[in-house]
T-cell receptor, first 113, second 114 residues
Framework: DAGITQSPRHKVTETGTPVTLRCHQT?????MYWYRQDPGHGLRLIHY???????DKGEVSDGYSVSRSKTEDFLLTLESATSSQTSVYFC????????????FGPGTRLTVT | SQQGEEDPQALSIQEGENATMNCSYK?????LQWYRQNSGRGLVHLIL?????REKHSGRLRVTLDTSKKSSSLLITASRAADTASYFC??????????????FGKGTKLSVIP
């Protein structure tokens, strides 16, 4: 998985609780992304980062925030989890911008009850 | 919004046969990419074809791009059971301020029967 780890790999949480997912890379790539994958929707971009402290919104950013204080770490936070955020979350990295190939982590399966 | 749409949604073939998947998209692109996803795993990049290219090969993979029809196809020749996976096309979409976002289709689920 190209030097990308995600933690936790599985999480069950209750509605209304905060949740933070972590993506860690050892490739020193500039760009990092958070996607969610749901049946019938494919992959949808939540947020992305183009450098330390530089982030921007994706297609489905409502209810999510991100932070990147170091090149290697990109955090995704659900401030108050809802059942609609039950999904599989993937982190990805790329050396150049979004037009180029991306390398994906193994995913985090999040269930909000 | 979905930029790329794969067709068919599911495909089942015998080992040794060729598999063809198609992708259609709506707006102009710089690149189109194909990814594979094995069950329960992350996506793996297969091939990138630029808008000024018409065909590209990588091992048993052949990708074509027709920008006039806004469509691409992925051909896997001499399929193997290990090719069983979901295949996604992804296109870049201009999102403003000089940046692009990669948007994925919903995928084609390929089953190769031994």
């Amino acid at each position: 998985d190209a030097g990308i780890t995600q933690s936790p790999r599985h999480k069950v949480t209750e509605t209304g609780t905060p949740v933070t997912l972590r993506c860690h890379q050892t490739e020193n790539h500039r760009y990092m992304y958070w996607y969610r994958q749901d049946p019938g929707h494919g992959l949808r971009l939540i947020h992305y980062s183009y450098g330390v402290k530089d982030t921007d919104k994706g297609e489905v950013s409502d209810g999510y925030s991100v932070s990147r204080s170091k090149t290697e770490d990109f955090l995704l936070t659900l401030e108050s989890a809802t059942s609609s955020q039950t999904s599989v979350y993937f982190c990805a990295i790329s050396e150049r911008d979004s037009s180029y190939e991306q390398y994906f982590g193994p995913g985090t399966r999040l269930t909000v009850t | 919004s979905q930029q790329g749409e794969e067709d068919p949604q599911a495909l089942s073939i015998q080992e040794g046969e060729n598999a063809t998947m198609n992708c259609s998209y709506k707006t102009s692109i710089n690149n189109l990419q194909w990814y594979r996803q094995n069950s329960g795993r992350g996506l793996v990049h297969l091939i990138l074809i630029r808008s000024n290219e018409r065909e590209k090969h990588s091992g048993r993979l052949r990708v074509t791009l027709d920008t006039s029809k806004k469509s691409s196809s992925l051909l896997i020749t001499a399929s193997r059971a290990a090719d069983t996976a979901s295949y996604f096309c992804a296109t870049d979409r201009y999102s403003g301020a000089g940046s692009y976002q990669l948007t994925f289709g919903k995928g084609t689920k390929l089953s190769v029967i031994p």
